[in-house]
């Protein structure tokens, strides 16, 4: 079926752990998007993708790495773990407008 | 700096109530969206208003958007149990770096009670 899967669902990880996060979708959409979901503050932009090979910063960018070698995939790394990441992670699609936005069912991260 | 003010944060009432979210900001969007998320989900669009003035009504939800494209409000009448829910607002820009990108407002946990 056609959609957006993110994996793992829930990750358990320790602080200083490279972990990273997938991102699949299967409408060939342009953009992609990873947030962050944390009480009281909403979605917050991590990183985006318009294209494949083309990424760039979001509103907290800083402990994440992100790729996209191909249009249907958007991993996001964390390469050094710390706790203030645990959070809810949701990756979105978007056709070539941008919107409207088109979410997976999210992974929680927690780090010990 | 948080764009998108959204309030209430929280909100809990009885079957049958009505009751308005608002979304206001001091920045003019290109068009602000409303989305719902119910717990282990990702948020689901509900509806897009493009226009300032504009008002967009799905069943017993009503969505407007202001004059100046700077706020928006959600008014459910009549909630129902099946309203429970967080609701999220989000705004996007018009053009150059900003485009595609949303700005999400801290969103409102809802809960009806039968």
């Known amino acids: 079926d056609a959609g957006i899967t993110q994996s793992p669902r829930y990750k358990i990880t320790e602080t200083g752990r490279q972990v990273t996060l997938m991102c699949h979708q299967t409408?060939?959409?342009?953009?992609m998007f990873w947030y962050r979901q944390d009480l009281g503050h909403g979605l917050r932009l991590i990183y985006y993708?318009?294209?494949?090979?083309?990424?760039d910063k979001g509103e907290v960018p800083d402990g994440y790495v992100v790729s996209r070698s191909k249009t249907e995939n958007f991993p996001l790394t964390l390469e050094s773990a710390t706790r203030s990441q645990t959070s809810v992670y949701f990756c979105?699609?978007?056709?070539?407008?941008?919107?409207?936005?088109?979410f997976g069912d999210g992974t929680r991260l927690s780090i010990l | 700096t948080q764009l998108l003010e959204q309030s209430p944060q929280f909100l809990s009432i009885q079957e049958g109530e009505n009751l308005t979210v608002y979304c206001n900001s001091s920045?003019?969007?290109?068009?602000l969206q409303w989305y719902r998320q119910e717990p282990g989900e990702g948020p689901v669009l509900l509806v897009t208003?493009?226009?300032?003035?504009e008002v967009k009504k799905l069943k017993r939800l009503t969505f407007q958007f202001g004059d100046a494209r700077k706020d928006s409000s959600l008014h459910i009448t009549a909630a129902q149990p099946g309203d429970t829910g967080l609701y999220l607002c989000?705004?996007?820009?018009?053009?150059?770096?900003?485009?595609?990108?949303?700005?999400f407002g801290q969103g409102t946990i809802l809960t009806v009670h039968p």
């Open positions: 979105a699609s978007a056709s070539d407008t941008g919107q409207p936005q088109h």
């Open positions: 409408w060939s959409h342009s953009y």
């Open positions: 993708s318009a294209a494949a090979d083309i990424t």
């Open positions: 920045s003019v969007f290109s068009s």
């Open positions: 208003v493009v226009t300032g003035g």
């Open positions: 989000a705004g996007a820009r018009a053009g150059g770096t900003s485009y595609g990108k949303l700005t």
